[in-house]
């Protein structure tokens, strides 16, 4: 099998158009022809690492949705011609697994961010025979047929259109989850969100659903928040530059704290006033991923504040992606609207438009 696909060769590169050699499946492992891929920040944070310290050749691409094409002989959940999401993939085995907490496997690493299989393998060859790094989240759907974990998949109803479906598998289900599974945002409590991207906006929308009473969205676009407070935010924060005086606008906004904050933005500072603008039993959710360290005064943790990291929301992606496209079919998670869509070809110019702010949420098109 030959597929088109979109590589990094280098960090800082651009990301090329290349003709691939896709190996046969594994026994556990399902062949998927992409319709569309969403194109997330962790998509992108590659592009960040200096030439030299970058790893090779690889495929990206989290949010793939497509159809299946062939599936290996220990498949059992779906079959070819099924529709499907792709989300990460997780080992079954340890601990985290066991206790149907997937997005916090012992092997997370292994199976999602390693290049490769966790047995160092890959499935596409280049033009000159050589490797290039495959498995990214269990999928590297940016190519248009990729070899898959059968955990990535996730099968949904083929009445439902494929090409909006992709971002569920990961930025979409992150912000949404974060806000009904991980914090568990009770009916009427009050929540901050920081940044205002497809994770913060999700949040919002995720907001409403749960009931949520106060709901303050901060971003340094003005746009994102209008984008927030269509969605449902009752208050913004608008905040550029420095933001050493977050903590107070948001303390004063809500009055004294909030009972939960939501961190997006991944930037030390904001996570620090997301924290300080709690309650002083209030919990901090962060998903977000900078390069610096945290800190926080003494005195701010001496309380009964807690502070969670949300890795994918806290899904479990058979169930809570089917879920979530039945809201957005009810008109009640409208996340859709935050799609802007692009040719494969166009990946770079996609990323582009999300780091200017243009577009919240690029999806690629096969
Ligand atoms: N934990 C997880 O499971 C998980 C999953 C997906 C993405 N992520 C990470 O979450 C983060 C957000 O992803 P996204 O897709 O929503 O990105 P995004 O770019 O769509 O949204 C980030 C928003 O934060 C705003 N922002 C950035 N710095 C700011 C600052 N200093 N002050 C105020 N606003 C600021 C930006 O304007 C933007 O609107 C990224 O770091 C991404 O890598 C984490
Ligand atoms: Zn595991
Ligand atoms: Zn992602």
């Known amino acids: 099998m030959k597929t088109r696909a979109a590589v990094l060769r280098t960090g800082h590169g651009p990301f090329t158009i290349e003709e691939l050699r896709v190996n046969e499946p594994r026994s556990d492992e399902v062949v998927v022809r992409m319709v569309a891929v969403g194109v ?24 793939g949705a497509g159809v299946v094409e062939a599936v290996g002989d220990d498949v059992n959940s779906v079959a070819p011609g099924d529709h499907v999401v792709l989300s990460f993939a997780w080992c079954g085995d340890c601990p985290s697994c066991a206790a149907t907490r997937p997005s916090y496997c012992y092997k997370l690493r292994d199976y999602n961010m390693s290049g490769a299989r966790p047995d160092g393998s890959t499935c596409f060859t280049d033009a000159d025979g050589k490797p290039v790094g495959s498995h990214f989240f269990g999928q590297s759907s940016f190519a248009e047929l990729s070899v898959v974990a059968e955990k ?62 106060q709901v303050v969205a901060v ?24 933001p050493g005086d977050l903590a107070e606008n948001i303390l004063d906004v809500t009055g004294g704290g909030a009972d939960f904050a939501f961190e997006t933005t991944g930037n030390a500072a904001v996570v620090r006033a997301a924290y300080e603008g709690l309650t002083f039993v209030g919990t901090l959710g962060m998903a977000g ?43 009640r998670f409208p996340y859709d609207e935050l799609i802007t869509t692009f040719p494969l070809e166009q990946i770079n110019e996609a990323e582009a438009a999300s780091t200017s702010g243009d577009a919240v949420k690029p999806v690629l098109l096969f």
């Open 152 to 213: 990535s998949v996730v099968k949904v109803d083929s009445s439902l259109e494929l090409a909006r479906l992709g971002p569920l598998g990961c930025g979409i289900q992150t912000g949404a989850g974060a806000v009904m599974n991980s914090l568990a945002v009770p009916e009427g409590a009050s929540l901050v969100i920081t940044g205002s991207g497809a994770l913060g906006l999700s949040a919002v929308m995720a907001a409403q659903v749960v009931g949520a009473g």
């Open 219 to 242: 971003d340094r676009h003005q746009s994102r928040l209008d984008l927030a407070r269509r969605y449902g935010a009752s208050d913004v924060i608008l905040s550029t530059g420095d």
């Open 40 to 63: 997330c920040h962790t998509d992108l944070r590659p592009r960040e690492i200096p030439a030299e310290q970058y790893g090779g050749p690889q495929v990206y691409g989290h949010e």
């Open 289 to 331: 991923v900078g390069g610096a360290d945290v800190s926080f005064g003494f005195r701010s943790m001496v309380s009964g504040r807690t502070i969670q990291g949300v890795l994918e929301g806290d899904s479990v992606p058979t169930r809570f992606i089917p879920y979530l496209a039945e809201l957005n079919t009810q008109g």
